[in-house]
């Protein structure tokens, strides 16, 4: 199959119709600048685009925005060629943006609560069958309670060496494979000593949250307290898909603006320009250089140059890294 023929377009004109022209390669899709540095000298007056591209960052903040949001972003058509980003489409970006940070910093702090109570389950769990209020032990002055895990090996050692002391009392509460959980109580004038022994017998101490009444009962606080927090993360992602719902056809519309505002920007970063003027140079497939030409000089002061050198679709694209201008 052979490759398509291109040729070199020159396109100058007053610099007010820039925007407008690049609004129209743009939607034609079949126009690759090319360096006009090559095309002109020094004495001609113009020089080259030096502004920063401002978009790309816009949109990026945008897609990120909806992809926290679970909004999925569409192309909505072309937006006019004379658009500008506006005020209105400034705060929409900045609504959205802080849509998404709210909800991601609500969703977190939930997910982060009921991180908490799960871990408080876990520990609580091994202690359930303690009859005893974790208040009141907690607020004793003259016994101190540890809770922790105690290696089966060891409690045969606790009975023969330690059995003699009517102070040094080990209480299971669960068992696994390896371990016996429970809770011993020290006076509180030999927290030390007893600690240093239980230590020996190498008792893991782990700390179990305070709470009001026995380990059972603030479990089942612990459990109604998830099933809140359940419900606030279930009341949370109703309130996205609404705002996303309702939001849907105002972000893709900024979405689509982003994107034809920051093509339409790279395709005049390749032009040069003087005080009033400007030119931009490019190839265009033959079989589309005619229509090209015809929408071009719909603008007013604006002049159309074809040159005769023609080059392979193929090497163009090599010379410019795209086919189209798109997304």
């Known amino acids: ?137 907690a607020d004793c002055a003259f016994v101190k ?5 105690l290696p089966k090996e060891s409690l045969p050692k606790f009975q023969t060496v330690f059995d003699d002391d009517p102070f040094l009392q080990f209480y299971p509460c669960s068992e696994d494979k390896t371990d016996y959980w429970g809770v011993y109580l020290a006076p509180a004038d030999r927290v030390n000593e007893i600690d240093g022994k239980f230590a020996f ?4 101490p782990v700390s179990v949250p305070g709470a009001a009444g026995t380990v059972a009962q603030v479990m089942e606080q612990v459990h109604k307290s998830m099933s809140i927090l359940d419900e606030q993360l279930a009341a949370l992602e109703k309130e996205r898909t609404d705002y996303c719902s309702k939001e849907q056809a105002r972000t893709n519309a900024v979405y689509t603006k982003l994107l034809f505002l920051r093509d339409a920007f790279r395709i005049r970063a390749h032009a040069w320009h003087s005080e009033r003027s400007f030119m931009l140079v490019g190839f265009v497939p033959q079989e ?40």
């Open 1 to 137: 199959m052979a490759a398509a023929k291109v040729r070199l377009m020159k396109i100058s004109g007053d610099l007010e119709q820039l925007n407008p022209l690049s609004a129209k390669l743009l939607s034609c899709g079949c126009f690759y600048p090319d360096a006009v540095g090559k095309y002109v000298s020094s004495t001609m007056g113009f020089l080259p685009h030096t502004q920063d591209e401002p978009y790309s960052e816009k949109l990026e903040q945008l897609q990120t925005a909806a992809k926290t949001l679970g909004l999925t972003l569409e192309k909505t058509g072309e937006p006019e060629a004379e658009g500008t980003w506006s005020a209105d489409d400034e705060a929409a970006l900045t609504a959205l943006h802080k849509q998404a940070s709210d909800y991601t910093d609500e969703k977190e702090a939930l997910h982060g609560q009921k991180e908490v109570c799960e871990a408080g389950l876990q520990k609580y769990d091994h202690f359930k069958n303690l009859d005893l209020p974790l208040d009141s032990l």
């Open 201 to 204: 017998l190498m008792f893991d």
């Open 145 to 149: 309670a540890r809770f922790g895990h």
């Open 288 to 327: 589309k250089e005619d229509e090209l030409e015809t929408m071009i000089l719909t603008l007013p002061d604006v002049t159309v140059e074809r040159g005769d050198k023609r080059i392979s679709a193929r090497k163009a694209v090599k010379m410019t890294g795209r086919r189209k201008n798109g997304d």
